[in-house]
């Protein structure tokens, strides 16, 4: 029996956002590669042989979990997995339209929202989780969130504009299919409850066999792998379309110094960074008690936080005007007060009500 701990869920949840926030960060030592290679490459770790070695890793008798876990459960993870996939391709594809900060707001956000509140909705716990201690901060958690994500794009999109006017490339800004992809990023993006949600039978059976806290990383074995099928798929159809897929061995000429080896141990650390956050959720979700749901919304709250906290240390808005500075300045504020209300609603969750506090007293 796992014993819930917000407080220590929420500092988890923590670790895997800034281990997701930083996994783009090797991306800039990437040299002469085209983005399919790179991403195909990061891809191949993050979701297809990280969750097999963290399913091994972590998972007593695993063989043993997977005969008696149902088909039918592996299957709905692993289509919704497929779902999420095309979710984070839309993503990326959507900032050549309309730029990342744009993109992340939108995208983002409507996940946060959607993959909280969509899955207890669906099972109809929504209701009854919301007549218990601390809904209100939760609710009003969720809410401060959802400003603080708008805000940073607001902040992102002034600092791209500007510096867009000093630059003479040109861009292939397109407002109608940006925002289709990043809302469709943001939709299916949320999918990934759905995955996770659906493989929980299976996480069950793993607990029995003394998975305990890391019960969960059988379920990536099938929501992860999913979303691998559907990159290799695009990133493949890419390859062959702009005949790249030589370059997994050789490096094409280029106007900068590359190495091959580098370029695979860069993608590999993207890889890796990204998975932190899927091996790290598990620990935390596990933790969070009768708000459990809410796992989301702090996950993608924390990792629109501590990806503009990284911009900054690297000196990223260095250099923009001071109304932007000032407006990125109060998103994270808003961000952190997000996290507090949201933290301290799952603190009160954990409490039992008073009245029956007091019932017990008097017994």
């Known amino acids: 029996m796992i014993t819930p701990d917000p407080i220590l869920g929420t500092?988890?949840?923590?670790?895997?956002?800034?281990?997701?926030?930083?996994?783009?960060?090797?991306?800039?030592?990437?040299?002469?590669?085209?983005?399919?290679?790179?991403?195909?490459?990061?891809?191949?770790?993050?979701?297809?042989?990280?969750?097999?070695?963290?399913?091994?890793?972590?998972?007593?008798?695993?063989?043993?979990?997977?005969?008696?876990?149902?088909?039918?459960?592996?299957?709905?993870?692993?289509?919704?997995?497929?779902?999420?996939?095309?979710?984070?391709?839309?993503?990326?594809?959507?900032?050549?339209?309309?730029?990342?900060?744009?993109?992340?707001?939108?995208?983002?956000?409507?996940?946060?929202?959607?993959?909280?509140?969509?899955?207890?909705?669906?099972?109809?716990?929504?209701?009854?989780?919301?007549?218990?201690?601390?809904?209100?901060?939760?609710?009003?958690?969720?809410?401060?969130?959802?400003?603080?994500?708008?805000?940073c794009g607001v902040a992102g999109r002034q600092k791209e504009s500007s510096l867009a006017q000093g630059s003479k490339e040109k861009t292939e800004f397109s407002l109608s299919k940006g925002l289709f992809l990043s809302l469709l990023a943001g939709v299916l993006s949320a999918v990934y409850g759905f995955a996770l949600e659906a493989g929980e039978p299976i996480a069950k059976i793993a607990e029995q066999h003394g998975a305990d806290v890391y019960r969960g990383n059988v379920v990536y074995l099938f929501a992860n792998t999913g979303a691998f099928l559907t990159t290799l798929i695009y990133c493949m159809y890419l390859h062959a379309r702009h005949k790249t897929l030589g370059e997994l061995i050789e490096l094409p000429a280029g106007p900068e110094k590359a190495s091959l080896p580098v370029n695979f141990l860069m993608a590999a650390l993207t890889g890796c960074l990204w998975y932190g956050q899927f091996f790290f959720y598990n620990l935390a979700h596990v933790r969070m008690g009768e708000y459990q749901f809410t796992s989301w919304a702090i996950h993608m709250i924390m990792l629109v936080l501590f990806s503009n906290v990284i911009g900054l240390l690297l000196l990223e808005w260095k250099g923009c005007q001071r109304r932007t500075q000032a407006c990125i300045g109060v998103a994270m504020v808003v961000l952190i007060s997000a996290i507090l209300s949201l933290g301290y609603g799952n603190y009160l969750g954990d409490k039992p009500d008073q009245p029956q506090q007091q019932n017990l007293e008097k017994k």
């Not at 692993?78 to 993503?91: S, W």
Request: hydrophobic content about 50%; aromatic content about 12%.
């Open 11 to 151: 500092a988890l949840h923590a670790v895997g956002a800034i281990s997701a926030s930083a996994c783009y960060t090797p991306q800039k030592k990437v040299r002469n590669w085209s983005w399919q290679t790179y991403w195909l490459t990061q891809a191949l770790f993050c979701w297809f042989l990280l969750p097999i070695l963290g399913a091994l890793w972590t998972i007593p008798n695993l063989g043993v979990v997977l005969m008696e876990s149902p088909k039918e459960a592996m299957l709905t993870s692993f289509l919704l997995g497929m779902a999420y996939g095309i979710g984070g391709t839309a993503f990326n594809v959507s900032i050549r339209y309309i730029g990342f900060s744009l993109t992340y707001a939108i995208a983002v956000g409507l996940s946060s929202i959607l993959g909280t509140f969509v899955p207890p909705l669906v099972k109809g716990t929504l209701m009854v989780s919301f007549s218990k201690n601390g809904s209100g901060w939760v609710l009003m958690g969720v809410g401060i969130g959802a400003l603080g994500i708008i805000l």
